[in-house]
């Protein structure tokens, strides 16, 4: 499926890609070691491994994606009574984010992320300090819909992450920002102003998922850090949620990267935590008769990322009025139905104890069990399995039949069933079961033993 984006937009995108070489844009972010997270802080968000992102606003109403603004080189005023009088969904708040959030869980998501404001401006809440008052408060429905979608998050039980872009389009001083430094710096007023609501104002946040901290479209967000000072803006946003995590968008490095787009996902096990972010249709915003990636395909795309010890975040592009297109909620309802029969397999894991092998296979692991995600029976067939220093108690399909293996210090070879082969469709599962790793316990049986002597004062 080919997307047609804009020079400009193609760059955002490529930018914010896991290369050839296993690296990312972020890689190179300002670091301060007063702001890196532990991994228990992120152990939720480990755990979750599939999540919503949602991107909708004005430009829902114009149909042609979230850059339409500028793309179409928009006139300002226009796009203000756009909002002013178009903006106006015939549901409530509160209706259109209940939709959201059970679209999500429905679909075996954990998490969620709502765009409160592109690069158009435009905020979903009721900003005090947004240039000129865009606000869908105060230019549009009177809605605060970050308010609606926070509460509904947290009654459905979903981690809540609010997506904030500091750019504007709207300010000279993002194009020419020194020749015009004065407008770029009232820019970023008013992105720690309203960065500053949302993390206030919504209680608790979760994750924080900065996007377009690069200045004029031109090189990274890293090299824009003279403007954003991303350490002091990092440090203001940890006083108020201390364990919020952030995207290395801001130029900060960050507590995760990011793998944007629907290129398939190849190589080893990242050794960082990751995501990858791509949306269910060919565009991240609303576009009438928009083409869809498949379920399986999206399946793929799940197992390929949780494999390489990666999370997905998926988008849903909802029409002007907030629903999400049925063509979509049909796939959504597909996935989380895989996930009731397979979520074992995905959520609460890691990367498994075998790299994986290019649209063949991918494993993850929980405890003393491995899952291997077999993507291509014909091809598993032929190989072994790497050896492994733990024994192999026993090999299933999931939630099926035992299979035969046979496991050698060379590797471990495992011959799949005729029902295998006859109902392989996008990922056949086999689950494998290890022996407890005895020394592992007896370690942790020490350690514990040697906490309890110390608490006692025994040397």
């Known amino acids: 499926m080919d997307s047609?984006?804009?020079?400009?937009?193609?760059?955002?995108?490529?930018?914010?890609?896991?290369?050839?070489?296993?690296?990312?844009?972020?890689?190179?972010?300002?670091?301060?070691?007063?702001?890196?997270?532990s991994e228990e802080d992120i152990k939720w968000w480990r755990d979750a491994k599939f999540g919503l992102f949602v991107h909708w606003g004005v430009y829902s109403l114009l149909g042609r994606g979230e850059w339409t603004y500028f793309n179409d080189k928009l006139n300002e005023e226009y796009y203000r009574n756009l909002a002013k009088n178009d903006f106006k969904p015939n549901r409530s708040a509160e209706e259109i984010m209940d939709g959201w959030t059970t679209a999500a869980v429905e679909a075996g998501m954990k998490y969620a992320v709502m765009v409160t404001r592109h690069h158009d401006g435009y905020a979903l809440w009721d900003s005090q300090c947004s240039y000129k008052d865009f606000t869908s408060v105060r230019c549009g429905s009177g809605e605060d819909y970050v308010k609606a979608f926070t509460d509904a998050c947290r009654e459905k039980g979903l981690y809540t992450g609010l997506y904030y872009s500091p750019m504007d389009w709207r300010f000279d001083g993002y194009f020419?920002?020194?020749?015009?430094?004065?407008?770029?710096?009232?820019m970023k007023k008013q992105g720690y102003r309203?960065?500053?609501?949302?993390?206030?104002?919504?209680?608790?946040?979760?994750i924080l998922w900065y996007d377009g901290g690069w200045l004029a479209h031109q090189g990274t967000d890293y090299d824009?850090?003279?403007?954003?000072?991303?350490?002091?803006?990092?440090?203001?946003?940890?006083?108020?949620?201390?364990?919020?995590?952030?995207?290395?968008?801001?130029?900060?490095?960050?507590?995760?990267?990011?793998?944007e787009g629907p290129h398939e996902i190849?190589?080893?096990?990242?050794?960082?935590?990751?995501?990858?972010?791509?949306?269910?249709?060919?565009h991240w915003a609303y576009v009438e008769h928009d083409r869809s990636w498949t379920f399986e395909y999206i399946i793929r795309m799940l197992v390929n990322a949780v494999g390489r010890d990666g999370n997905l975040l998926l988008n849903m592009a909802p029409d002007r009025n907030g629903n999400i297109p049925e063509n979509s909620l049909s796939i959504l309802r597909m996935i989380g139905e895989w996930l009731k029969m397979y979520g074992e397999?995905?959520?609460?894991?890691?990367?498994?104890?075998?790299?994986?092998?290019?649209?063949?296979?991918?494993?993850?692991?929980?405890?003393?069990?491995?899952?291997?995600?077999i993507l291509d029976c014909r091809q598993f067939d032929q190989l072994m399995l790497p050896g492994i220093d733990r024994k192999i108690i026993s090999a299933e399909i999931l939630n099926g039949e035992k299979l035969d293996f046979k496991q050698k210090k060379a590797g471990t070879k495992i011959r799949l069933s005729e029902f295998a082969f006859r109902n392989h469709a996008v990922d056949t599962i086999v689950k494998l079961t290890l022996k407890s790793d005895n020394m592992s316990r007896h370690r942790h049986r020490s350690q514990e033993r040697n906490k309890e002597q110390q608490k006692r004062g025994n040397p």
Not at 176 to 186: F, R, S, T
């Open 4 to 37: 047609k984006l804009s020079g400009a937009e193609l760059a955002s995108q490529l930018k914010g890609q896991l290369n050839s070489n296993m690296k990312f844009n972020g890689i190179s972010g300002i670091d301060d070691e007063s702001l890196h997270l």
């Open 176 to 186: 020419h920002p020194k020749e015009n430094p004065e407008n770029a710096l009232l």
């Open 194 to 206: 309203q960065i500053e609501e949302l993390c206030s104002h919504y209680g608790k946040i979760d």
């Open 224 to 259: 824009s850090a003279w403007l954003w000072e991303p350490i002091k803006l990092n440090k203001m946003v940890r006083s108020y949620n201390p364990k919020c995590m952030v995207t290395p968008r801001s130029g900060y490095k960050g507590d995760f990267e990011c793998d």
């Open 266 to 282: 190849k190589g080893k096990i990242v050794p960082i935590p990751w995501e990858k972010n791509m949306s269910l249709t060919e």
């Open 345 to 373: 397999s995905i959520y609460g894991t890691r990367a498994g104890v075998f790299e994986p092998v290019d649209d063949v296979y991918v494993s993850t692991q929980k405890k003393n069990s491995v899952y291997i995600h």
